[in-house]
Nanobody, 119 residues
Framework: QVQLVESGGGLVQPGGSLRLSCAASGSIGSINAMGWYRQAPGKQRDLVAR???????NYADSVKGRFTISRDNAKNTVYLQMNSLKPEDTAVYYCNVASRRLGVPRDYWGQGTQVTVSS
């Protein structure tokens, strides 16, 4: 059984900051990339940021310079530091983990955490 437990969402004013965490546990295998996606009401789920096993990162253009993704391999945890938040960042944020177990690639998703940016 694999679990991805997300935390850190909430309500914040424009210009504020939040830090999301996602801890993976269970028989997850060897973790490769870890990432964050978001989905606003009525829209598709889009990539926010992704970090490879070697630490290379990529970001959506809309969050470059404001968000930072990082990971702690010892804890199987990925973080998303979000600064200078804007109302358009409001969405449900989902953690994603790509791994390989018993030679088979696996893809896991968290349950989602709500981020609301509003005054």
């Amino acid at each position: 059984q694999v679990q991805l437990v997300e935390s850190g969402g909430g309500l914040v004013q424009p210009g504020g900051s939040l830090r999301l965490s996602c801890a993976a546990s269970g028989s997850i295998g060897s973790i490769n990339a870890m990432g964050w996606y978001r989905q606003a009401p009525g829209k598709q789920r889009d990539l926010v940021a992704r970090i490879s096993s070697s630490g290379s990162t990529n970001y959506a253009d809309s969050v470059k310079g404001r968000f930072t993704i990082s990971r702690d391999n010892a804890k199987n945890t990925v973080y998303l530091q979000m600064n200078s938040l804007k109302p358009e960042d409001t969405a449900v944020y989902y953690c994603n983990v790509a791994s390989r177990r018993l030679g088979v690639p696996r893809d896991y998703w968290g349950q989602g955490t709500q981020v609301t940016v509003s005054s």
